[in-house]
């Protein structure tokens, strides 16, 4: 199959228990909770998402006919030092597009693969580092891995629940408030409170909007 990729990047990984680490990201395009169109925002199942993840157009974007093509793109960005080699397979949503052919080239390149995924499609075990996001309103089947990362407030969110799921890691992470900075101190102070009064959560930030990195 072919990949459709919105964008490839290097930079620091800005969330999550390996915030701060040298990462290639690589953002594919579509996803299955909205559609990235504004227009489409206020009937979507995730009406929050401040990422754009439409058409191949962004830095290093472009469709790959290859699993090899694409990786070839991924090492070239991360540069001829293999060693700790770290890549962040995101989206939109990644498990609409990641196969065993990309997951297997990537590793023959010595990369450790992170995934962001909002756990709405099975996520492979083969990959070294799973991150789920749960959404509101959608099914989450992926129910274990190494970090669940739940974005608050949100509505009929049952983070009860998700207590039990099988992940070494819970995240609270306040969502932002795009072009609403009061609404987003507002949802911050509510995280704060939240993790104050639920111990088993720690505290995410998106670290690299704090620092300006992409």
């Known amino acids: 199959m072919s990949y459709a990729v919105k964008e490839i990047f290097l930079t620091l990984q800005g969330e999550g228990v390996h915030a701060g680490r040298r990462a290639v990201f690589v953002r594919f395009t579509g996803c299955n909770l909205w559609s990235g169109l504004e227009r489409d925002r206020a009937k979507a199942i995730c009406q929050f998402c401040d990422t754009d993840f439409v058409g191949m157009d962004g ?81 989450t089947v992926q129910r274990s891995g190494d970090e669940l990362k739940l974005v608050w407030p949100q509505d009929d969110s049952n983070w009860q629940a998700m207590q039990s799921w099988d992940f070494s890691n819970l995240l609270l992470q306040p969502k932002d408030a795009i072009a609403d900075p009061a609404a987003s101190q507002a949802n911050l102070e509510q995280a704060i409170a ?10 995410s930030l998106q670290n690299h909007k704090i620092l300006g990195l992409a």
Do not use: Y
Not at 68 to 75: E, G, T, Y
Not at 88 to 102: F, S
Not at 194 to 203: C, S, Y
């Open 59 to 139: 830095e290093g974007g472009g469709r790959f006919a290859t699993a090899d093509n694409l990786v070839k793109a991924v090492a070239e960005t991360w540069g001829s030092d293999r060693d700790s080699r770290f890549v962040v397979l995101t989206g939109g949503e990644p498990m609409l597009q990641v196969d065993k052919a990309l997951i297997d080239a990537l590793h023959a390149e010595g990369f450790f693969i992170a995934i962001e995924s909002n756990g709405t499609l099975v996520v492979p075990r083969t990959i070294d580092w799973i991150c789920i996001s749960p959404k509101a309103q959608s099914d």
């Open 194 to 203: 939240f993790v104050q009064a639920h111990p088993k959560w720690r505290l």
